[in-house]
């Protein structure tokens, strides 16, 4: 996670909140599937998409799609080219130390290794993406991370043999293992990191917050997250219960 040093300028345009303009400015990466990518008529689409849209609904806020490379996500954030930050991104104190975060819309999950062989070493090459939470935790392993731009890449990694396994999103990599026909497979254990999946904004912005969480709060109690939550990763995905608390099976 790089530092972001802000000038009082900076500063003074990052407060002219999201809500003062007409239209609030939903930056995803549109690489990351299911929870966002670009479908085949050029526009975002995925879990995310579907939960923004709606959640726009839900706070009266009109809002349009941008996309962004993963890598300067936040610093763009941060210079206003978009008001939040809607790509699958953990809550983690590193992050939140520069932006502001919704209450998570994903429950904490696993990350877990995918290999081409069972016996795959895990404290050998291990790619991951670039300025995720899973690429810091494989260096603190000791293992040698090999880091990507995009998610893809560091699938390319490992069928190519330059990785010995990738470590991502466990919901991320099971689509792309079963529809692998056995050349990819997961290998050692699952790994609890961050605390959830949550909106992103700067830390002006804190009237959008509130509306945001709002309707996050609304999807939760009337079970409609949920609804989304099992249309995009599986009857087996980690729910909220339908009263609005805390997550859980």
């Known amino acids: 996670m790089r530092n972001l040093i802000l000038t009082t300028a900076a500063l003074a345009l990052a407060s002219t909140a999201a809500l003062a303009q007409d239209t609030v400015r939903m930056g995803t990466e549109g690489a990351y599937p299911p929870y966002n990518f670009i479908n085949d008529n050029g526009q975002v689409d995925g ?86 939470i899973q690429a810091g935790y494989v260096a603190e392993t000791g293992a040698t991370l090999l880091e990507f731009a995009t998610p893809d890449e560091t699938i390319a990694a490992v069928r190519n043999g330059e990785a010995d396994a990738v470590f991502a999103d466990y919901d991320y990599l ?30 002006s912005d804190t009237e959008l917050r509130d509306k945001f969480n709002a309707a996050i709060d609304a999807m939760k109690a009337d079970g409609s997250l949920n609804e989304l939550l099992v249309k995009w990763f599986g009857e087996e995905v980690q729910t909220y219960p339908v009263d609005g608390g805390d997550s859980g099976k």
């Open 174 to 203: 099971a689509p792309l293992v079963e529809e692998s026909g056995g050349a990819l497979m997961f290998v050692g254990d699952r790994v609890p990191l961050g605390g959830g999946v949550g909106m992103g904004l700067r830390e």
């Open 47 to 132: 879990f995310e998409r579907e939960l923004g849209d709606e959640l726009c609904a839900r706070a009266e806020l009109t809002c349009e799609w941008v996309t962004n490379d993963w890598d300067s996500i936040i610093p763009n954030l941060q210079s206003g080219n978009y008001d939040t930050i809607i790509a699958g991104m953990s809550i983690t104190e590193e992050r939140d130390k520069v932006i502001d975060f919704t209450q998570d819309y994903y429950p904490p999950t696993a990350s877990a290794y995918v290999a081409a062989a069972e016996d795959a070493d895990l404290s050998g090459v291990i790619a991951a993406q670039t300025a995720t």
